[in-house]
């Protein structure tokens, strides 16, 4: 999921932009912006997106007859 090519374009995780708040990045060519917003200069960094949490699992309606072969 981190490494798609189909990323849609956010300044919150470009190489340019350098996060000022949650709401605001500071980018190297257009100043501050709101995160969400994107440019024609976006550079994709993998490694400033934070990836959506997991979906955690509902164990209340297991039963035992669901682990047995």
């Known amino acids: 999921m981190l490494f798609r090519k189909d990323i849609e374009p956010s300044c919150s995780y470009c190489k340019r932009g350098n996060p000022l708040s949650d709401s605001e990045v500071v980018c190297s060519r257009k100043g501050i912006v709101a995160a969400g917003s994107s440019c024609r200069a976006f550079r994709y960094d993998p490694l400033k997106r934070v ?17 047995s072969l």
Request: charged letters at 40%.
């Open 51 to 67: 990836p959506p949490r997991p979906v955690k699992l509902n164990t209340d309606k297991l039963t035992k007859e669901d682990f």
